[in-house]
T-cell receptor, first 114, second 115 residues
Framework: ETGVTQTPRHLVMGMTNKKSLKCEQH?????MYWYKQSAKKPLELMFV???????ENNSVPSRFSPECPNSSHLFLHLHTLQPEDSALYLC?????????????FGQGTRLTVV | AQTVTQSQPEMSVQEAETVTLSCTYD???????LFWYKQPPSRQMILVIR??????QNATENRFSVNFQKAAKSFSLKISDSQLGDTAMYFC????????????FGKGTSLLVTP
């Protein structure tokens, strides 16, 4: 347990559903990240929030919508997903958005889109 | 483009033996950090070791050490006295100072430690 908690651990959703992934950290970090991990591909950075403000959005389709209501919580809202969106979604946090410091990861949400 | 290549998709080693995982990267920058992350079956990514590019001395953390060759852009991880709990995916990554927030990850090497 590294202090970053993601829920749910597993999620199966239809292409017309709307669901949300939740990430919570109580490490006092002020930067939070969403990564997508697909089989046989490098981790892809999706979104970055620093001091609750979105600072990076790496050409992610609009069917993924992040929300950061405070420095401890991060959400990823999902709607009308495609089967190719099935992947492990990892949340991470770090201090001050500096990647030279250690980024702490959650255990991920395994998402299956059917 | 900044890329990371891990040329060994899968490796295995016997308990108590030593194994080396390879990693090469490509960047035109000179100031960056290199990392090895471990992802066990629990899926939680854990930082194993970190190296600052401006340091010539190779980083070590207990049984884990790196061989950092800056000119060759190589950053291999050596695991000594392998333990069953070392079974995991290992990801090499680097971050260029001032490049934003993205860690550049490789595709990973799956390491199996056998009794």
């Amino acid at each position: 347990e590294t202090g970053v908690t993601q829920t749910p651990r597993h999620l199966v959703m239809g292409m017309t559903n709307k669901k949300s992934l939740k990430c919570e950290q109580h490490l006092g970090h002020n930067a939070m990240y969403w990564y997508k991990q697909s089989a046989k591909k490098p981790l892809e950075l999706m979104f970055v929030y620093s001091l609750e403000e979105r600072v990076e959005n790496n050409s992610v389709p609009s069917r993924f919508s992040p929300e950061c209501p405070n420095s401890s919580h991060l959400f990823l809202h999902l709607h009308t997903l495609q089967p190719e969106d099935s992947a492990l979604y990892l949340c991470a946090s770090s201090q001050e958005g500096n990647m030279n410091t250690e980024a702490f990861f959650g255990q991920g949400t395994r998402l299956t889109v059917v | 483009a900044q890329t990371v290549t891990q040329s060994q998709p899968e490796m295995s080693v016997q308990e108590a033996e030593t194994v080396t995982l390879s990693c090469t990267y490509d960047t035109s920058e000179s100031n960056y950090y290199l990392f090895w992350y471990k992802q066990p079956p629990s899926r939680q990514m854990i930082l194993v070791i970190r190296q600052e590019a401006y340091k010539q001395q190779n980083a070590t953390e207990n049984r884990f050490s790196v061989n950092f060759q800056k000119a060759a852009k190589s950053f291999s991880l050596k695991i000594s006295d392998s333990q069953l709990g070392d079974t995991a995916m290992y990801f090499c990554a680097f971050w260029v100072i001032g490049s934003g927030y993205a860690l550049n990850f490789g595709k990973g090497t799956s390491l199996l430690v056998t009794p």
